[in-house]
């Protein structure tokens, strides 16, 4: 059926050709690789005259991969794919909309804000929650920090920070949260670092990267007794790091009991959209709030992250920033409304399932190698997959591999460690080499040393390529 609207449908038109330039010039480039950069890309005066959309686009072309020679370890720009192409219409499409008159605007908007609400309520589900759009990840939490402050300080509208002197509030972070998360909200807040508590990850049982919950329970009721008011716990569906998950359920009783909001953030969220859900996760839907990214869970390029909330006060939401009557707002979820209406359902949890399985089928390779070592083997249903090489060091107790004997001094234990953290940093270099799409990433861990880490759903526009691809589980078989 042919589009009414002239402007809808040169809009596509004109999107479908422009990505269609860029993407050839990307093949291009790939082709041709002693291209220097041309005179066009040298900054100059703007010309009077204008310049027509082909001359534009060749310039960001030119741009974008002009001097790729200079740098030839720079990664391959992806090729988005279709559905990619509905995410970028979005934003072309919200400038567009913004022109309509008013009561137009006003129905429009919040009909596009009301179904990617409801259809991401029930896709990982939340039910009867809000949502609140925005393009920093961490911005929802802020936000959800201000709701949490204005909820619990009846007066602070009125008499702002003093109220907060009186009885100070205390945010708790794991020691597993992402680096910076903590002076970030205490930026956007204006609190005190003081107004944080860093909760200990277990050390005796469980998980070395999951919360300490007997030790948190410690520390509220510490802060209790000097008059402080404990607002805020954020606890992790898939750590930063490993991709653990909080004991989720125990952590939400003991909020209950002392009034605390418990809000949830970590990729093993995207896992609530499956048939079978592990009863950690799980526990998440329970949670005040949470915040996912569908963009790298879906494969889909400048859609928003997303933070899902439970309130029963519009008026304290609006002032908290969750909720807003400028249709601009209510616009940021347009691309992520085209988005799923394009994949289906079938679609989103077609790729959020067959990221689990890619890790899933990494993870049994592993097992078969000998001398690797599974950070997340506790954690059967998380699409994370951290692992190392070890070697069994001389005079070590069998049982506990690369424990160090008693015998072996200091210095010949950091050096046996060094020399197994440069292995491991090459080792992901090379993989990553080996097969580009897996998103592979080495990262440095204070207790573990070098690994390696594989997270196919923060990568899902490359591990698309690897749909029906054995490369990577291959590369690390046996035979390795």
């Known amino acids: 059926q042919a589009i009414a609207d002239p402007t809808l449908a040169e809009m596509g038109k004109n999107l479908k050709e422009a990505m269609k330039m860029l993407e050839d010039s990307q093949r291009r480039t790939e082709e041709e690789n002693g291209k220097k950069l041309v005179s066009g ?15 534009i686009l060749q ?17 391959r720009i992806q090729n988005i794919g279709e559905q990619g192409h509905m995410a970028l219409l979005g934003h072309s499409l919200g400038a567009y909309i913004s022109t309509l008159d008013k009561e137009k605007l006003r129905k429009l908007t919040t009909r596009i804000l009301s179904d990617t609400t ?63 998360l903590g002076q970030y909200l205490c930026n956007q807040l204006g609190l005190p670092f003081p107004c944080l508590c860093r909760v200990p990850c277990n050390t005796m049982f469980g998980s070395q990267h999951q919360m300490d919950v007997a030790f948190l329970e410690k520390l509220i009721k510490d802060d209790v007794e000097r008059g402080r008011l404990p607002l805020l716990l954020v606890a ?7 991709g653990h998950t909080d004991k989720i359920g125990r952590l939400k009783e003991l909020c209950e009991q002392y009034g605390i909001w418990l809000h949830v953030e970590g990729v093993n969220l995207a896992t609530l959209a499956l048939g079978y859900v592990s009863s950690s996760v799980l526990a998440a839907t329970k949670c005040d709030s949470m915040t996912m990214t569908p963009g790298p869970w879906l ?4 859609v928003p992250a997303v933070t899902l909330y439970k309130h029963d006060d519009p008026a304290l939401t609006l002032v908290a920033g969750l909720t807003s009557n400028k249709p601009a707002d209510k616009l940021r979820a347009l691309p992520l409304w085209l988005s799923l209406q394009y994949l289906g359902l079938d679609g989103i949890v077609e790729r959020i399932k067959h990221a689990c399985q890619l890790s899933q089928r990494l993870q049994e390779s592993l ?36 424990v160090p004997a008693p015998n072996m001094t200091p210095s010949a234990v950091g050096r046996e460690r060094h020399s197994c ?17 897996s998103g592979l990433t080495v990262m440095d861990l204070e207790a573990d040393g070098t690994c390696v880490r594989f997270s196919p759903l923060m990568t899902a526009a490359g591990s698309l390529d690897l749909l029906h691809s054995r490369d990577l589980p291959t590369s690390l078989g046996p035979q390795a």
Request: aromatic share 10%; charged share 25%; hydrophobic share 40%.
């Open 59 to 75: 310039l960001v072309q030119n741009l974008m991969h002009g001097d790729e020679d200079e740098e030839p370890q720079s990664p």
């Open 367 to 402: 097992k078969k190698v000998n001398y690797i070592k599974i950070l997340v083997e506790d954690e059967l249903s998380s699409p994370v997959v951290v692992f190392r090489f070890f070697r069994e060091l001389p005079g070590s107790d069998p049982v506990f591999k690369a």
């Open 236 to 242: 992790n569906a898939g750590t930063a790091a490993v």
């Open 299 to 302: 494969g889909l390029p400048a």
């Open 41 to 55: 890309d040298i900054p100059g005066p703007l010309q009077g005259s204008g310049q027509d959309m082909v001359s």
């Open 421 to 437: 953290d440069a292995l491991n940093r090459w080792l992901g270099e090379q993989l990553k080499q080996l097969v580009p799409a």
């Open 118 to 180: 409801l259809w991401l309520c029930r896709i990982f589900r939340y039910e009867n929650g809000c949502a609140y759009f925005h393009e920093e990840e961490r911005e929802g939490l802020a936000k959800i920090c201000r709701l949490a402050i204005h909820s619990r300080y009846e007066d602070f509208v009125v008499d702002g920070f003093n109220v907060l002197y009186n009885k100070k509030p205390v945010i708790y972070l794991s020691a597993a949260a992402r680096p910076g």
